[in-house]
């Protein structure tokens, strides 16, 4: 198990190497057109997503879209051409795709998660630069085999954890806990992603455009449902825990700047019985973090949206920092004993929000209460769409600019208790890592 | 695009329900999303009744700063039509202003397909784009339904519908639906709401308008700039 020291050190070294071995992560002489050669791999929603995210980023010539899915793939060639009046060129299969595009700089992959690694590593070892989406595969060792892929390529590869490289995550971490510690002891972590029955329903296709049931056996999946839904299933995904989950124990991990000790999780499929994989998982972690000891919950629900979407919040002995991508989620919360943050409001880090209601009347409960928090907001609004800055670290790194926020190695590290939520909740057991459940 | 609003869709995930189901409507409670509504429809008919998608939503915060929103479409609106409505759209040959699709084929736009999967809609430009169905001849339309894109809170710009009997859309135009509350797409100021996109579509009063054609606009949405259409309904005057 890594303790935060080592956790910061093997990550600025990897960094380090990073910077330090590929000023420049392009081909040598850079790209005959001036511009990073970019393959999209995986044209289904995520990336779509993407690519939205990226064509507000400058110097990118999209050359290839790879994907089994004649769909997609026509997508895919209709958002390039009409972003860039190109016509990209076409693949269904990435190895065809990586032996005849002899000038790509960098792939782009949003492939369902059991496709993360081996697509990754195949791309890094023809030479390019990788931006994979989360969670990095469905198997640690899937996970493991990106991080030795990158490092034996000397390639980059950014892992798409886009809060790394969110402003307000980034000025909070950087400016009110670590540097005016505005929390005081974290002493606890709470964070959720829960969503409605109706936003969790399985997606539907259209069956005139299914694929060719062989196509769909040689690329791993049984039928068109398991195609368009293989979040639900255990050989292909991690579930929600993983799916919407990795991005929040990411967020835990990176900001108490250490791996848990332990995990105790509890799952069930509650509403979606015919599901593989758990709808409702309930997960406590441990930290032994150098501030002292940090207990975490985290819960996924795909059955409620109570508790108003998706943040992470930490607590602490002077105060609360509640975070999301929603800023409408996001604030942070003076103990009344705190000492005054008059003077981070006035230097500029703080905006105080106006005071909460009073309480009603005392009903004889009130006397038990804690005195009502001031409530400030969090700074550091994002103006761009959610994974641009994630995209333009990336994209910037490998123009030797940068580093990168997330690389694979630090988004293992983060990672890694995440692979034991599940095992821990079929076996109904607190699992206490050992380190070689949590490293490389 | 009028009101730039980037959602946070967090990740790939995207869902969308089963089957249709066939729906007349409950209550006024589904104005038809404009300002007004569709109204009652044509005295001495009967309901319109057509298959209803279920309802998607990815879990998008709904679009903010807009002001002049219509309520949200509850339930399909009570609309009634003559004995001798039918529909008239359906198979027939669509035409757009953009000639290479983004996503899908603008044959989509009347296949009878409004689910909110994937495979159902087709994705044009961003702009000011149109679509127009051909009737293949002249007669008496009742109403016009039009599902954009429904498994997010969306909000298309300058939804403009309006039939006629030019294929050119120069002489002889009737504006059914408008709004355009700034005239930014230069077809004339609408006073109709702009209406967050749901299940039930926008039911649009064609009054009896006689026309062959149908052409409708939209400039971009409040989730990106690009215009959408999964199914586009017209109900006229039967054989």
């Known amino acids: 198990m890594m303790d935060r020291r080592e956790f910061l050190k093997r ?40 690519f939205e995210a990226m ?39 990435i190895e065809e795709m990586l032996e005849k595009e002899k000038d790509l700089d960098v792939a782009i992959i949003a492939t369902p998660d059991f496709w993360h690694s081996p697509h990754t590593v195949q791309c890094l070892d023809a030479g390019l630069n990788v931006y994979c989406e989360k969670m990095m595969s469905n198997t640690i060792d899937g996970a493991r085999d990106m991080v030795h892929a990158m490092e034996r390529s000397g390639k980059l590869c950014q892992i798409g954890h886009q809060r790394r490289s969110n402003p307000r995550y980034t000025y909070t971490l950087d400016h009110l806990i670590n540097h005016n510690k505005i929390c005081g002891q974290i002493v606890n972590v709470n964070g959720q992603w829960n969503r409605a029955v109706s936003s969790s329903q399985d997606i539907q296709v ?15 999946f049984d039928n068109m449902h398991q195609f368009m839904n293989w979040r639900f299933y255990r050989d292909l995904s991690g579930g929600p825990i993983s799916d919407l989950g990795a991005h929040q124990l990411d967020v835990f ?53 109570s508790g108003g979407g998706f943040y992470e919040s930490f607590m602490g002995t002077e105060g609360t920092v509640k975070i999301s991508e929603m800023s409408s989620a996001s604030a942070i919360y003076r103990e009344n004993s705190a000492p005054s943050w008059e003077d981070l409001v006035k230097d500029g880090y703080l905006n105080k929000k ?40 990336f994209f910037a790194t490998v123009r030797g600019e940068e580093t990168l926020n997330c690389d694979a190695r630090h988004a293992f590290e983060s990672e890694a208790p995440i692979f034991w939520v599940n095992p821990s909740a079929l076996q109904k057991q607190r699992i206490v890592f050992e380190p070689s459940q949590l490293s490389v | 695009m009028k009101t730039k609003l980037f959602i946070s869709l967090g990740v790939a995930a995207c869902f969308a329900l089963g089957s249709c189901s066939k729906e007349e409507a409950s209550s006024a409670d589904g104005s038809g999303s404009a300002s007004g509504g569709p109204g009652a429809g044509f005295e001495g008919g009967s309901p319109l009744v057509t298959e209803i998608p279920k309802a998607v939503i990815e879990g998008s915060p709904r679009p903010k700063g807009m002001t002049n929103l219509a309520p949200e479409t509850k339930a399909f609106p009570k609309f009634n039509v003559p004995e001798d409505a039918t529909l008239l759209s359906k198979g027939k040959t669509v035409t757009s202003s953009d000639d290479f699709p983004i996503i899908g084929e603008v044959d989509m736009i009347t296949d009878g397909e409004k689910e909110a999967g994937e495979g159902y809609f087709v994705e044009l430009l961003d ?36 039939v006629s009997n030019d294929p050119e859309f120069k002489e002889g135009v009737t504006t059914l639906f408008n709004n355009d509350y700034d005239n930014s797409s230069e077809l004339g100021k609408g006073s109709d709401q702009p209406y967050l996109e749901t299940n039930f579509g926008l039911l649009v009063n064609a009054k009896a308008t006689e026309a062959q054609y149908v052409r409708l606009y939209s400039k971009g949405n409040s989730t990106n700039e690009l215009n959408h259409y999964i199914e586009v309904e017209v109900w006229g005057k039967g054989e």
């Not at chain 1, 009073?358 to 969090?378: H, K, N, Q, R, T």
Request: charged fraction near 15%.
């Open chain 1, 354 to 393: 106006p005071a909460p209601a009073p309480p009603p009347s005392s009903d004889g409960v009130a006397s038990y209460e804690s005195a009502a928090p001031e409530i400030f907001a969090l700074p550091g609004e994002l103006t761009k769409m959610p994974h641009q800055p994630h995209l333009e670290n």
């Open chain 1, 206 to 220: 259209n069956p005139k455009l299914s694929i060719d049931p062989e196509r769909l056996k040689k690329y791993g």
């Open chain 1, 253 to 305: 991990n990176w900001f108490l700047g250490c791996q848990p000790k332990s995990v105790y999780a509890s799952g069930g499929n509650d509403f979606f019985t015919e599901r593989e994989h758990f709808d409702n998982v309930m997960a406590i972690f441990e930290y032994d973090a150098p501030q002292g000891p940090v207990r975490a919950f985290y819960q996924v629900l795909t059955t409620t949206s």
């Open chain 2, 127 to 162: 702009g000011l784009q149109w679509v127009q169905i051909d009737l293949e001849k002249s007669t008496p339309l009742y109403a016009i339904i039009v599902w954009h894109f429904h498994s997010q809170k969306r909000v298309y710009s300058d939804v403009i519908v309006q």
């Open chain 1, 55 to 93: 064509s507000n980023i400058p110097g990118l010539h999209f050359q290839a879209v790879c994907d089994i899915w004649d769909y997609n793939r026509k997508g895919g060639f209709g958002k390039v051409r009409a972003l860039q009046g190109h016509e990209p060129n076409l693949y269904i299969d």
């Open chain 1, 11 to 50: 990550s600025s070294i990897a960094s380090a190497g990073l910077v330090l071995g590929a000023p420049s992560a392009l081909a040598q002489g850079g790209s005959k057109n001036g511009k990073i050669n970019v393959a999209l791999v995986g044209m289904g929603k995520q990336g779509r997503v993407l």
